[in-house]
């Protein structure tokens, strides 16, 4: 005799996550975002990441093409792009502790809910 049934995916669940970042109550554009699971409190699955636009707000999408990021703990980084070659680097001045992981102290969480909103406000100093 064989049973069908909802068998549980291994899949990680992905919920959309919005926001938006300022600097000393400025808005931060021309940077990159990033929602790195937090292995550490057991989150494993797919880092998240997006570009700001003009006005700071994000919309993350994971690097396993999915809109959002994985349900759970994160650590957060916020990049200035790299000079290259491609033209020229927009104006960023967020401070290069948000860069990474290790030193950000930038954190999140991403509940069930069906959609969220997570504000950063950084501070230069």
Do not use: W
Not at 21 to 37: K, Y
Not at 90 to 106: G, I, K, M, R
């Amino acid at each position: 005799m064989v049973f069908a049934g909802c068998a549980k995916s291994n899949e990680p669940h992905f919920v959309p996550v919005t926001g938006s970042v300022t600097l000393d109550g400025q808005p931060v554009h021309g940077a990159r975002i990033e929602f790195i699971p937090d292995t550490e409190k057991g989150t494993d699955g797919p880092a998240s990441f997006a570009e700001l636009d003009e006005a700071g707000d994000y919309i993350l999408e994971s690097v396993a093409g999915k809109q959002g990021a994985i349900v759970e703990h994160h650590k957060v980084t916020i990049k200035c792009p790299e000079p290259s070659s491609a033209g020229p680097v927009p104006e960023c001045h967020v401070p290069p502790h948000y860069a990474n992981a290790a030193t950000s102290d930038l954190k999140a969480e991403v509940t069930d809910k069906s959609d969220q909103t997570i504000e950063f406000n950084l501070k230069s100093k």
